[in-house]
């Protein structure tokens, strides 16, 4: 067992890159006894002359510190690092900062579980030059339990949030908050590029995106409200009226650069509402 009062100001950080290395200095600014270890040594090498210690290997620098941050480059190098560890871990929290998927956030979980230590992995919503400023997020799921244990040294390095106690639960929200930004922005392209093929002023075409995207904004609050009642009530249109639209837009992007979006399987899922009887919601009853 580590000794949580001696050895809790000692911070491990694995993986020295872009990211590892800012939060290294920020732990070294922050007051940290800090251990590194990097496959390539020399990249240790001026965060050693900062102030940090070198490990030479991964399972001393985890031996000299009850909080690890894996800030490797994705899940393989952090399931590597893990079976190469035969030693107890018990005591200690191990935080994967990687961005991975949620089956890889719970597969690295259970490595870690499986060598006595306490899980958390975490979202990197940052540029290794926002590290430790607010302008940097990061997001932890796993274990409540080491998440409030090492919230102090957890926030110098940036405004931590926990999103819940599944660990994939971090990397779930940070690829769905992407996924928000990729799913409109390319609604935008697919949008322009259709427009241009009809000879339509693409810059007048956009003042009118722009203020349909504003209209998805601003109903944000009630498309939470309906998802959280199992209330949809249908708005603008109900999904029969939707359902058409849908079928003319299909025909619209059909042989386009972006491809149709997946409005084929929005539409089969309509249809079988439809045919359930309830043609007469809105289109959020599609994701309950």
């Known amino acids: 067992m580590v000794d949580e009062k001696r050895s809790a100001p000692r911070v491990a950080v694995i993986g020295t890159g872009a990211i590892g290395g800012a939060v290294v200095r920020r732990l070294l600014d922050g007051g940290h006894e ?14 050693v002359a900062a102030g940090a210690r070198r490990a030479r290997s991964v399972r001393e620098a985890l031996s000299t510190a009850a909080l690890a941050l894996l800030t490797l480059k994705d899940y393989p190098a952090v399931q590597q690092c893990l079976a190469e560890q035969d030693t107890d ?10 961005t991975g ?15 006595g230590a306490q899980y958390l992995d975490a979202g990197i919503q940052a ?42 639960a971090a990397a779930v929200w940070d690829l769905a908050l ?43 609050p009630a498309t939470v409200a309906e998802l959280r009642q199992n209330t949809y009530p249908p708005g603008p249109a109900n ?43 809105g289109l959020t009853a599609t994701a309950g």
């Open 34 to 47: 800090v251990t590194v270890w990097n496959r390539t040594e020399s990249r240790t090498t001026e965060l």
């Open 127 to 168: 540029a290794p030059e926002t590290i430790g400023t607010n302008a940097a997020t990061i997001l932890y799921s796993g274990s409540r339990h080491a998440f409030e244990r090492h919230r102090p040294t957890l926030a110098l390095l940036s405004s931590p949030r926990f999103v819940g106690e599944a660990p994939e």
């Open 101 to 115: 998927t949620a089956s890889e956030a719970r597969l690295a979980a259970q490595q870690a579980t499986a060598l």
């Open 178 to 220: 992407f996924g928000v930004w990729y799913d409109a922005q390319l609604g935008l392209l697919r949008a322009l590029e259709a427009a241009r093929a009809a000879g339509i002023d693409v810059v007048e075409f956009a003042r009118t995106a722009a203020a349909q995207l504003g209209h998805v904004v601003a109903t944000v």
């Open 89 to 98: 871990l018990s005591g200690r929290t191990i935080v994967g900062m990687y």
């Open 239 to 281: 999904l029969t009226e939707h359902l058409t639209v849908l079928r003319h837009l299909i025909d619209l992007r059909t042989g386009r650069h972006l491809g149709d979006g997946g409005l084929p399987q929005v539409a089969a899922r309509i249809e079988t509402l439809v045919e359930e009887g309830r043609g007469g919601d």
